[in-house]
């Protein structure tokens, strides 16, 4: 038998009746009509979308709806209905020559009938099996056995490519018997006031509801992540656009000054009164732009692993003395951004750590105050403990929205990009990067109007 796709690959199939809608394979339904128009109004358009839809179609008939009957109705809506019955995609037969040949056939009998015409429709080229049988002949004294049947046609039905109906006359059904068809079939449909109205067992609501539900949290899911991916293409093209600017800068710089040498050294007007000063400022375009490229390889390394920045603790480090080191070297940044600097960081605080990586973080933090602080008192000290270290970087500025605290730490993001410039605005990112690797935390402390502090705290031995 040929193989039945999954049904995550297999799309809904139309079943042609509005009431209804749509439907997966393995779909078990049944009607209770009440006269010969009920049954033309409801089976004719579902086995119109049957062969419209390339399945293999079995209709077994009952009074008051003979085979005949059956045929004439179905060739008024698929004028080609005989060519495809001669192709054998429709059949149209008599309970008769399907219940009871040859005196009758078991409910594994009949089971297996419909499986075995199943794996004829595939191989066959056929999408699936729609079926439907007319319930009208069975007696009384049937009945319970009948109930079973359908119960393991239910089962039978769910991992095959089978769409099955069952018609059942009002006129033959008890309130129980009712009930004992809905319970064993996934719904009902029934005529009211010249519609068709779906009847459904609490078990397919409740299997409805949780479906809806999931369906609901998926698209959510969906579209949490489509934009958090057009976030994600934003800031690439965004970094692309400051790491252009950023880098020519510098590179432009560094052309200016050699082109300017080149000419008085040609013109012969080259002293070293007059190279000192250019050289010294290309010296400092040079390490902008050793930081520059030094930045990119950090974001280089944070794609491509879940350990993105190298730590290499060194025997031992005092960051007391790395803040010391980087507050000198930003002596003239901060006299330009008119800020004073109040450094407390005189006890040694000595732990096994990555030098770089510290002075990454400390810079990091000053620069971050030098940028959105200016004129501000900045406080810049280190308080050791017993098993660790804390760094503490305060200044006097306009402060963090409560909603922006966490955004801060991501890639790329900058709060008031007209308000400064330069930057790719993974300063922050960097920090928290080195921090997570050595072990550490990162506390954000900030107010609207009231400055902001971080507060890095390091421990002295990093866990294995």
Known sequence: MPKVPSPMNIPLRPSGIPAVGDLPWGSHFCQFYGD?????????????????????????TSEPFAATDARTMLRNAVPDLDQRMARGQIEIIDHRDWYMQAGGKSPDEVLQGWVDRHGR??????????????????????????VDYEARVTDTFKSHNIIGMCSYCLDKCGPM???????????????????????ESA????AKAELHKLNAELEQRVRERTAELQHALQMREEFLTVASHELKTPITSL???????????????????????K????KEQCRRLENLINKMLDVSRASASDDPLPIEPEEEVDLAEVTRSVGEVFTEALQRAGCQLRLQADQPAVGHW?????????????????KYAPGTEVEL?????????????????????????????????????????????????????????????IQLDSKPGEGTTFKVEFPSQRSA
């Open 36 to 60: 010969r128009d009920d049954l033309v109004d409801s089976l004719v358009p579902y086995f119109k979308a049957g062969l419209e839809n390339n399945e293999h179609c079995l209709w077994v």
């Open 121 to 146: 429709a595939l191989a066959q080229g056929y999408a699936g099996l729609r079926l439907t049988g007319n319930t009208y002949w069975l007696e009384r004294q049937d009945w319970s056995g009948f």
């Open 177 to 199: 018997d009712v009930l004992d068809v809905v319970r064993n079939h996934q719904f009902a449909l029934i005529r009211q006031a010249g519609a068709w109205e779906l009847i």
């Open 203 to 206: 078990s397919v609501k409740s």
């Open 255 to 277: 052309q200016l000054y050699m082109e300017s040498l080149l000419r008085s050294n040609e013109r012969g007007t080259l002293t070293p009164d007059l190279a000192a000063p």
């Open 279 to 282: 050289l010294l400022k290309a």
């Open 354 to 370: 990555d030098r770089m990586r510290l002075e990454q973080v400390v810079t990091n933090l000053l620069s971050n105050a030098i």
């Open 381 to 441: 000290a280190v308080h050791p403990s017993k098993n660790s270290a804390t760094l503490v970087v305060r200044d006097g500025g306009p402060g963090i929205p409560e909603e922006a605290q966490q955004r801060v730490f991501e890639r790329f993001v900058q709060l008031s990009p007209k308000s400064h410039a330069g930057g790719f605005g993974l300063g922050l990112w960097i920090v928290r990067s080195i921090v997570d690797a050595h072990g550490g935390s």
